[in-house]
């Protein structure tokens, strides 16, 4: 885990910018904080170096693709120790898109994309509770996804 980044004023005011649009060039950041585009360069190199910027990802609207199916999948493990295999194994199920470690009911909350109901039906037995040290899972289909978004800075 990456320590702990103190950030200034031009840090915030740079990340606020990209939190909007991770699209914006540099030169247009620089230009409307009215600073250099080599400074922005370099404070988003240190905010990397740092971890507080973690890498760069194109999103995509599932239901865009066909995926018209989000479930929440609370999962309960035989035990403990079994816990790096399923998460390996859940890594290899291409509808899995997040996976938690969890306290609480659940030792993982997954949340997978599917086609359809029989899609889901399908990666549920055939993928998911196949997987050796799972014992059992409980599934919540998501109606609808109000609110998503990164930390406010």
């Known amino acids: 885990m990456a320590a702990h980044h103190s950030l200034d004023d031009l840090d915030r005011q740079i990340l606020r910018v990209l939190l909007k649009d991770a699209n914006v060039p ?66 290899r199920v291409p509808e899995v898109t997040e996976v938690w470690f969890t306290t609480g009911v659940y030792n993982l909350i997954i949340k997978i994309v599917c086609r359809d ?15 050796e040290g799972v014992e059992r899972t409980e599934t919540f289909i998501a109606l609808e996804e109000p609110i998503s978004r990164e930390l406010s800075i």
């Open 26 to 91: 540099y030169t247009d950041i620089a230009r409307e904080l009215q600073v250099s585009g080599g400074t922005i360069h370099v404070r988003m190199k240190k905010m990397q170096e740092a971890g507080v910027v973690v890498g760069s990802r194109l999103v995509v609207s599932p239901s865009a693709l066909g995926f018209d199916i989000t479930a929440l999948i609370g999962v309960y493990l035989e035990k403990g120790s079994a816990y790096n295999h399923v998460r390996g194994e859940l890594q």
């Open 117 to 131: 109901t029989p899609h889901l039906r399908e990666v549920l037995n055939e993928k998911i509770q196949i997987i």
